[in-house]
């Protein structure tokens, strides 16, 4: 078994599917009421288990929200940034993409001490992310205008590399579980694409996962078995896709333009989706833990 896959294995919670058999799965409710964000995108859960979502009751914040669905600020961004994606490191910070001003920034989550981790000025606007099991961090970067795109890649000490130039309006974007798959969606283009990943963080093998005739995407997030859950903005679903690409089903949300994906819950089935037009965040049950709460119960990192 390869050290990177190791920890997914270890982790998985014993009688997951036994207890997904005594309960409704696939049927969305909502977590918060409407109208409470604005924008609002991430979403991210921390390893003690609170959500977290960006632009709460207006840009430039973001907010926390409990098991219940009671969400508060957390904290607000200086200098005009605005957040889009968010994703937690494995020491526990939170890493937030700045679209306005071309940052990946960084949370200290006990001090609610902002730095930046990395700016690049060539960035038309960082908006998911992903992150490895090694801490580096992919970045989808679109330039809506002219339906086009770029693939960053930022190592755990703050240097960025280009990826790919070129691309389509580059979207959602994820690790596979066993971390040797690098996914990236093209909104207006509506194609998957996946990429062999390196150890390295270098990406090879370009090919498509899966296109859909109608409807936009967004961000999407895989479990602890490979699959890949994709928000199709618009349409209001999200659709479960097979690691070979076979859509699997779609869950039918109340809100029509989802933006983005998580999980999270006490044994990581439950996924949250951000929901732009109802300004909230929606839930429903799967069978299968994320990859998202795995990653936040690996072994901590040697060297303190």
């Known amino acids: 078994m390869n050290l990177r896959a190791r920890w997914i294995l270890f982790l998985l919670v014993p009688g997951v599917a036994a207890m997904a058999q005594d309960?409704?799965?696939?049927?969305?409710?909502?977590?918060?009421?409407?109208?409470?964000?604005?924008?609002?995108?991430?979403?991210?859960?921390?390893?003690?288990g609170v959500l977290y979502a960006v632009n709460f009751q207006r840009q430039g914040t973001i907010g926390s929200v409990t098991a219940d669905g009671h969400a508060q600020l957390f904290i607000e961004l200086a200098d005009g940034s605005i957040g889009n994606g968010i994703r937690f490191d494995s020491r526990g910070a939170m890493l937030i993409a700045d679209y306005a001003n071309h940052n990946v920034l960084r949370v200290d989550m006990a001090t609610r001490t902002i730095d930046t981790l990395a700016h690049e000025p060539g960035m038309n606007q960082p908006n998911d992310l992903a992150i490895g099991a090694?801490?580096?961090?992919?970045?989808?970067?679109?330039?809506?205008?002219?339906?086009?795109?770029?693939?960053?890649?930022?190592?755990?000490?703050?240097?960025?590399?280009?990826l790919e130039s070129g691309m389509g309006t580059t979207n959602g974007i994820e690790v596979s579980a066993d971390e040797r798959t690098l996914y990236v969606n093209e909104s207006a283009q509506r194609n998957v694409w996946a990429y062999d990943l390196s150890a390295?963080?270098?990406?090879?093998?370009?090919?498509?996962?899966?296109?859909?005739?109608?409807?936009?995407?967004?961000?999407?997030?895989?479990?602890?078995?490979?699959n890949l859950y994709i928000t199709r903005h618009g349409k209001g679903t999200?659709?479960?896709?097979?690691?070979?690409?076979?859509?699997?089903?779609?869950?039918?949300?109340?809100?029509?333009?989802?933006?983005?994906?998580?999980?999270?819950?006490p044994d990581g089935r439950t996924a949250y989706v951000t929901v732009n037009d109802r300004g909230n965040i929606e839930t429903f049950r799967v069978e299968t833990p994320g990859r998202s709460w795995a990653l936040r119960r690996r072994p901590p990192p040697s060297g303190g």
């Open 23 to 48: 309960e409704e799965l696939y049927i969305s409710r909502d977590l918060t009421p409407p109208d409470e964000f604005k924008a609002i995108e991430g979403p991210a859960v921390s390893a003690d």
């Open 238 to 265: 999200v659709a479960k896709v097979s690691p070979t690409g076979e859509l699997l089903r779609e869950t039918e949300l109340t809100g029509q333009q989802p933006t983005n994906i998580a999980f999270g819950g």
């Open 134 to 162: 090694d801490d580096r961090v992919y970045a989808s970067d679109p330039n809506w205008g002219a339906s086009t795109g770029q693939l960053w890649r930022i190592d755990p000490d703050g240097s960025v590399a280009l």
């Open 200 to 226: 390295k963080g270098e990406v090879s093998a370009k090919r498509l996962l899966v296109r859909f005739d109608d409807f936009g995407m967004d961000g999407m997030r895989c479990d602890t078995l490979g």
